[in-house]
């Protein structure tokens, strides 16, 4: 009865309106003294919570993608994806998919991603004539690439929540990341074709190309400087994310686009959502510690041997209940709240940890881009001033894409694991 009622209060929490931070927290501490602890035990874990080098680089990927977005990248990505594949049928999102794809691999942030790159692709892709709903459904869905392809922000905090390799996490991160954009380009062609209303692009000339590729070459080598050093075993990837804001920085200065209104925007900016992440890790600290202490992960652990035995069954269970909390928490709570519940019980079901961890993030990408919360649904609105109604609608053929990718890679966990395993 004691998992149900604290997840009960939970639920009530933050149905009145409370920050999540200040919910994990408020309730943390409160179990604690009803048991009886002194709450100088809140003290050491906040302390502990941030203390750790892995999560610097969570304020500097976000410094780094934020120079980039206020810097104008987005444009010169769009435009020389454009330039190569503009002219195929849907060419356009094919454009947009591939600049997402580059951008997540600098940036580790879905909101950013879909913010820099939608940008410049949906008023380009309503002019030529691509369906609203299509546009900016397709937009939302491409920015949730931010958090599969490495560098990930969710990435970073689940390899610190359960001890994994970050770098082992972010290879494992690679073939979903790729599957996604052949899958969402596979759809858009489609869509495209059957909706049949936009414009044709002209075949860009070699010289047209080869100006954009070299406008956008700088971003390309940072993305390839920041993936090829982790994975060559150059730098770790908190290394990488300082290597690649210095990088970025040059890349804006060369450009004579580094401006102090750039410079302190990025930084107010990154400051903004690092207060917010690092709040939310750390009442989940004091939650975590709470239920571990009242033996909820183990009681869970319990449950799930009794009823659902199987990994198969545990792991479509789980699917379940994240999908369904998708509806009402944002990514960063859901896997601050349910990873150190959930691990547990994964472990015991011999589930590999690394491949639950791109199971797990796929899945809170679906919630970024379902209501009523989904964050890349109300960044997608803000940019096209839309009702939000369109802006789902478009998204809901990405979502169960994204869901048939989940069960492709079950099915397949080679998807996962093959690329790490070299």
């Not at 409370?18 to 009886?36: C, M, R, S």
């Not at 369906?131 to 599969?148: D, K, N, P, Q, V």
């Not at 491949?355 to 797990?360: A, E, K, S, T, V």
Request: aromatic fraction near 8%; include cysteine.
């Amino acid at each position: 009865m004691t998992p149900f009622l604290i997840f009960g209060a939970l639920l009530a929490l933050l149905l009145t309106g409370i920050p999540v931070a200040f919910t994990l927290g408020i309730l943390g501490a409160g179990l604690l003294a009803l048991d009886g602890l002194p709450l100088s035990m809140v003290a050491s874990t906040l302390f502990g919570g941030i203390n750790d080098f892995v999560l610097l680089a969570i304020p500097l990927f976000l410094l780094m993608s934020n120079l980039l977005l206020r810097g104008g990248i987005g444009r010169d990505l769009f435009v020389a994806m454009q330039s190569w594949v503009g002219h195929w049928p849907g060419g356009l999102g094919i454009a947009a998919l591939l600049s997402c794809g580059v951008f997540s691999a600098i940036s580790g942030s879905s909101i950013t991603t879909a913010a820099t790159v939608g940008t410049v692709a949906i008023p380009e892709m309503i002019k030529r004539g691509y369906s609203r709903s299509l546009t900016l459904g397709l937009m939302a869905a491409g920015g949730t690439l931010g958090i599969i392809i490495p560098p990930s922000v969710p990435l970073i905090i689940y390899g610190a929540i359960t001890e994994q390799s970050i770098g082992q996490l972010f290879l494992a991160g690679v073939g979903p990341g790729i599957l996604l954009i052949v899958l969402f380009g596979i759809y858009v062609v489609i869509a495209s074709a059957i909706q049949g209303t936009h414009q044709a692009m002209p075949r860009a000339t070699w010289p047209e190309r080869m100006l954009a590729t070299r406008r956008a070459l700088p971003t390309l080598l940072l993305a390839g400087t920041i993936l090829g050093g982790i994975y060559g075993g150059i730098f770790t990837p908190t290394e990488a994310s300082g290597i690649g804001t210095a990088t970025a920085l040059l890349i804006l200065a060369a450009g004579t686009r580094l401006s102090r209104d750039v410079f302190l925007g990025a930084i107010r900016d990154t400051v903004k959502t690092t207060t917010v992440i690092f709040l939310i890790v750390l009442g989940a600290k004091v939650f975590g510690q709470a239920i571990t202490l009242y033996q909820l992960p183990a009681q869970l652990a319990w449950l799930f041997e009794d009823y659902f035995n199987t990994a198969t069954l545990a792991l479509l269970l789980i699917a379940l209940i994240l999908i369904f909390i998708g509806f009402f928490l944002e990514s960063m709570s859901m896997l601050l709240i349910m990873v150190p519940v959930l691990m547990p019980t994964v472990i015991a079901l011999g589930i590999d940890p690394i491949w639950f961890g791109i199971f797990f993030v796929l899945l809170i990408e679906v919630a970024l881009i379902t209501p009523p919360v989904g964050l890349n649904l109300f960044v997608i609105q803000s940019l096209d001033r839309a009702p939000l109604s369109v802006v789902a609608k478009g998204a809901l053929p990405f979502v169960a894409i994204m869901l048939g990718a989940v069960i492709l890679m079950t099915v397949l966990p080679q998807i996962v694991l093959a690329i790490p395993g070299l």
